[in-house]
């Protein structure tokens, strides 16, 4: 519309809507009455003109877009939410979650600038590698496993003989202290006593001094065991590594759209190894879980054994430790000096503290209960 020449224009002949801010401003300037809503629009665009905005901006699509914020708004905006979140996690820090042998060996290759197909030659030799080392594992532990079982069957069929007989010599040893709370004037029973205890003390000290030993040995058989865990970790930690190698080597092929020969066949061999190392992985985690059961199904035996000889002989249960410490040279000549052998000092201890105590209340007239057998 030209604008020069509009003496004669009413404001009803006019599309508000269809000017400029400029246009509308002239109009004013002209003598022509502007509706108001179209006069305070044009006054207020030109006053904060956007830099993506120009004079060329009519009313109607000035009022048809959806107005962004400023950058000076955004910003203002973004710095608040930022102070916000800080504020908010003030005295917190946040810690990167530790990357694992096989994501950390990726990460400084790819520092290093090798290619992907370098990578996925080095990570298939990797898996290979901790595949066999987690099949070797399994065998190993499942081979335990089956020593662990052959060990408590021996030891159950050699308690339960001894608990027979530390039984019988129990309730011998019973029936001679009786007979002396009865009265009967047997001059050898205090002797039949003493060597009825003593022989239940010896018993007693053999059977828990047994119990420790196989109780040392399967210790280090759980030790053994738990020390698997690290061979299964690698085997799948690089074996899921390989395979997510595989997965980027066949999507780049797809990405690029053309056909790498290399990159195919090194995409597939480092998926089959990956899973071969994940799948041995899982395999030693199963003989684990099932050795890890047979020890501890072992190690509950041996506790029951060592209070039912308690029960039966008045010996503690002892601890030994199984290692190569303890089956010095030393040991070995402790064990035959009778000053210095455990053994023999709670025999003769035994013996020497039931014969006084027994000679003592037989001579008061005190009756001899069964609280002297243990």
Do not use: C
Request: net charge negative; glycine share 6%.
């Amino acid at each position: 519309m030209d604008v020069s020449r509009i003496e004669a224009i009413s404001p009803k002949q006019i599309d508000w809507r269809k000017l400029t801010a400029p246009e509308i401003i002239e109009y004013k300037e002209q003598g022509i009455d502007v509706p108001s809503q179209y006069l305070q629009w044009a006054q207020g665009f030109l006053a904060d003109v956007n830099a993506a905005d120009t004079d060329d901006t009519t009313y109607e699509a000035a009022n048809s877009q959806t107005v962004a914020p400023s950058a000076e708004s955004a910003g203002t905006t973004t710095e608040s939410t930022d102070a916000t979140a800080t504020e908010g996690e003030e005295g917190t820090e946040i810690q990167e979650e530790p990357k694992s042998p096989a994501e950390a060996k990726r990460e400084e290759m790819e520092a290093n600038d090798a290619s992907l197909v370098d990578i996925a030659k080095v990570f298939i030799h990797d898996s290979r590698d901790s595949r066999n080392d987690a099949l070797r594992s399994a065998l190993t532990m499942a081979i335990t496993g089956h020593q662990t079982e052959s060990e408590i069957q021996a030891l159950d069929n050699h308690m339960r003989a001894l608990l027979k007989h530390a039984e019988a010599v129990q309730k011998e040893l019973k029936n001679e202290v009786q007979s002396v709370n009865d009265g009967d004037n047997d001059p050898t029973a205090i002797g039949k006593i003493n060597k009825l205890n003593a022989q239940l003390q010896k018993m007693g000290m053999q059977a828990q001094s047994n119990l420790a030993g196989v109780e040392g040995d399967l210790g280090s058989k759980e030790s053994f065991v738990n020390s698997q865990s690290s061979i299964i970790f690698n085997a799948e930690d690089f074996g899921t590594e390989t395979i997510g190698i595989g997965d980027d080597l066949l999507a780049s092929i797809r990405g690029n759209g053309g056909f790498d020969l290399k990159e195919l066949i090194y995409g597939i061999m480092s998926k089959r190894f990956g899973a071969h190392a994940v799948f041995a992985s899982k395999q030693a985690e199963n003989v684990q879980e099932s050795a890890t059961e047979k020890i501890s199904e072992g190690q509950s035996t041996v506790q029951n054994y060592k209070s039912e000889v308690q029960d039966k002989t008045g010996v503690k249960g002892i601890s030994l430790k199984n290692d190569a410490e303890n089956q010095s040279s030393e040991e070995n000549k402790s064990s035959n000096d009778p000053a210095k052998n455990p053994t023999a000092e709670t025999d003769k201890a035994a013996s020497a503290d039931l014969d006084q105590i027994l000679k003592a209340k037989i001579r008061k007239g005190e009756n001899v209960g069964n609280d002297q057998l243990a």
